[in-house]
């Protein structure tokens, strides 16, 4: 992406997957009904609309709500401020590190904004493979997922002469 700035292509990366997000949640919160099912591809991708109050797979609802709000809200809006900064100061950190991180903000972004909108998280998309199967999640966990997936595969990749340190 010859002409485009590092800046542009991380916010470009952010504000596309929170849009992405935001639209499908929207999408869902207007034509599912809550617990619907809908069969995309037979028994093994199916849409359905949950509110999440916790966190991954629901794992933190029963917290107080005080406890829920600082773990699920004021913690990861921390955490999400900490990366965008990293990520427009630091350009030593690689490019696919870059756009890596940029998809996980983007995500974390698009999961706290339904938090403090709605007070809880939309999910729709349930997978299952028979041998496997997904809890119910929405665009911004893949988002994330797809930023750690790239961080874990960079680094197997081998290393550039000017990334090795010397010992």
């Known amino acids: 992406m010859k002409g485009i700035s590092r800046t542009a292509l991380i916010l470009i990366i952010i504000i596309a997957n929170i849009a992405i997000d935001q639209v499908t949640k929207k999408m869902t919160r ?8 809908i069969e995309v591809i037979g028994d093994y991708l199916i849409l359905t609309k949950v509110e999440n ?3 991954f797979l ?9 406890l829920r709000t600082i773990l699920l809200l ?13 990520l427009i100061r630091d350009k030593g950190i690689t490019r ?4 890596a991180l940029s998809f996980i903000v983007g995500g974390g972004i698009g ?3 339904d938090r403090i909108v709605y007070g809880s ?4 998309v349930f997978i299952d493979l028979q041998f496997a199967h997904t809890g119910i999640f929405n665009l911004a966990d893949v988002s ?5 997936g790239i961080i874990l595969i960079e680094q197997f990749l081998p290393k550039k002469k000017e990334e090795i340190e010397p010992a």
């Open 74 to 86: 004021i913690l990861p809006s921390g955490v999400m401020l900490a990366l965008f900064v990293y």
């Open 121 to 124: 998280v939309t999910d729709m």
């Open 111 to 113: 999961n706290i904004y």
């Open 96 to 99: 696919l590190s870059m756009i």
């Open 30 to 37: 207007d034509q599912i009904e809550y617990n619907e099912t």
């Open 144 to 148: 994330v997922m797809i930023g750690t």
């Open 53 to 55: 109050e916790g966190a």
């Open 58 to 66: 629901g794992m933190g609802s029963s917290l107080s709500p005080t």
